[in-house]
């Protein structure tokens, strides 16, 4: 039972390179989500997807893209890293959308360092 | 738009000793309530959350906490801490979002550190 699972866990990038964080959940969740976070800012949403296809922007979504291919997969993409986007990102899932009231399941998080 | 204010940032209690985390929160219509927990390098791990009902609601690992709307907090409580709950401790309120999808609020989090 892996829940939802994030790779890396660590990651160094140089400014201007681009990666990938990839989230896997395998609950059958429709709702997928990634956050972002920052010492003293606690958790901010980036994007979020509502089931495959669709995908939508959170409160900080400038230099991120994502996609929704499938149930399992919510991939997160940094085109051109920059400082500013060193953090640690989780990635959340949940049953249901539309009610605000399922509690999320989290990864474990990946830990970026932008240099 | 809504909010949640933690503001206690470090807390201390000695193992047994009881425990108060506050949270308030800013909303505009029935809030969606949590406290997550989260240890060093891990991800998030739901305590307990809040929907209708009860204002006293039970979690894992012997919390509960509190609704209070008149107040607009819901804080967290153990009777008995132990060492092993040291970690940071989140509040959060879930919304609607317009495209279907829903959203969770942090507030900026309680270091709690637990001593012998």
């Known amino acids: 039972n892996a829940g939802v699972t994030q790779t890396p866990k660590f990651q160094v990038l140089k400014t201007g390179q681009s990666m990938t964080l990839q989230c896997a959940q395998d609950?059958?969740?429709?709702?997928m989500s990634w956050y972002r976070q920052d010492p003293g800012m606690g958790l901010r949403l980036i994007h979020y997807?509502?089931?495959?296809?669709?995908?939508d922007q959170g409160e900080v979504p400038n230099g991120y893209n994502v996609s929704r291919s499938t149930t399992e997969d919510f991939p997160l993409r940094l085109l051109s890293a920059a400082p500013s986007q060193t953090s640690v990102y989780f990635c959340?899932?949940?049953?249901?959308?539309?009610?605000?009231?399922?509690?999320?399941?989290f990864g474990s998080g990946t830990r970026l360092t932008v240099v | 738009a809504q909010s949640v204010t933690q503001p206690d940032i470090h807390i201390t209690v000695s193992e047994g000793a009881s425990l108060e985390l506050r949270c308030n929160y800013s909303?505009?219509?029935?809030?969606?309530l949590f406290w997550y927990v989260q240890s060093p390098g891990q991800g998030l791990q739901l305590l307990l959350k809040?929907?209708?009902?009860?204002?006293l609601v039970q979690g894992i690992k012997g919390f509960e906490a509190e609704f209070k709307r008149s107040q607009s907090s819901f804080n967290l409580r153990k009777p008995s801490v132990h060492w092993s709950d040291a970690a940071e401790y989140f509040c959060?309120?879930?919304?609607?979002?317009?495209?279907?999808?829903?959203?969770?609020?942090f507030g900026t989090g309680t270091q709690l550190k637990v001593e012998l």
């Open positions: 959340a899932s949940s049953l249901r959308t539309g009610a605000a009231n399922y509690g999320y399941t």
């Open positions: 609950m059958n969740h429709e709702y």
């Open positions: 997807s509502v089931g495959a296809g669709i995908t």
């Open positions: 909303y505009g219509a029935t809030p969606y």
């Open positions: 809040y929907f209708s009902g009860d204002t």
């Open positions: 959060a309120v879930g919304a609607l979002l317009a495209g279907g999808g829903n959203k969770l609020t």
